[in-house]
């Protein structure tokens, strides 16, 4: 069965302290993987998406990179404003194209 | 451009009530779809659309029925609510691999 998993399932960070976020999946034809940012009482909100080992996007202080079984989200020098619940999401092609989602990392970055 | 919208907000219904949830969006994508969002269960996909008139079933079906008569809407329907199905219920549509998520409607089933 496709399963992505997402760890750590909370993490605490300084104001500027550099860390790593990461979402591990079983391969099984993946078409993409995808994370976004989730602010409490509020819907996921795209960030980026990845199609092949060894691509990565950037926007402001945060990285995504993909291998062939996990991505990392990385943040560099992070705000309190980061703060939020960061969710990875992959496309299989044997599941229809449909998002299959991890639980979630909920960042908390205290200045 | 609203993006994608729900509504309403927030729900409480009784056990055996029916109701529906509503979802549109004005940037005619195509692809739409639902989910709920539980604690500790990540978000999981109850149906989705690939166009008007074309609808199937994703992770979680059970108890709740769409419909896509428009490309601009897409209702989820429960049939009769049960406690299990309280959750956070998010639309989304999609472009090119891009998915926009509504705000979300927080039900509650007693």
């Known amino acids: 069965e496709d399963q992505v998993t997402q760890s750590p399932e909370a993490l605490r960070l300084q104001e500027g302290e550099s860390s790593s976020l990461n979402c591990s999946y079983t391969v099984s034809g993946l078409r993409g993987l995808f994370w976004y940012r989730q602010d409490p009482g509020k819907g996921p909100e795209f960030l980026f998406t990845l199609y092949s080992a060894g691509e990565e996007k950037e926007k402001e202080r945060l990285k995504a990179t993909l291998t062939k079984k996990e991505s990392f989200l990385h943040i560099t020098a992070p705000k309190p404003e980061d703060s939020a619940t960061y969710l990875c999401?992959?496309?299989?092609?044997?599941?229809?194209?449909?998002?299959?989602f991890g639980q979630g990392t909920e960042l908390s970055v205290k200045p | 451009n609203a993006g994608v919208t729900q509504t309403p907000k927030f729900q409480v219904l009784k056990t055996g009530q029916s109701m529906t949830l509503q979802c549109a969006q004005d940037?005619?994508?195509?692809?739409m779809s639902w989910y709920r969002q539980d604690p500790g269960m990540g978000l999981r996909l109850i149906h989705y659309?690939?166009?008007?008139?074309?609808?199937d079933q994703g992770e979680v079906p059970n108890g709740y029925n769409v419909s896509r008569s428009t490309t601009e809407d897409f209702p989820l329907r429960l049939l009769s609510a049960a406690p299990s199905q309280t959750s956070v219920y998010f639309c989304?549509?999609?472009?090119?691999?891009?998915?926009?998520f509504g705000p979300g409607t927080r039900l509650t089933v007693t």
């Open positions: 989304a549509s999609s472009f090119d691999n891009e998915q926009y």
């Open positions: 940037m005619n994508h195509e692809y």
């Open positions: 659309s690939v166009g008007a008139g074309i609808t």
């Open positions: 999401a992959v496309q299989f092609y044997n599941q229809g194209g449909k998002l299959i």
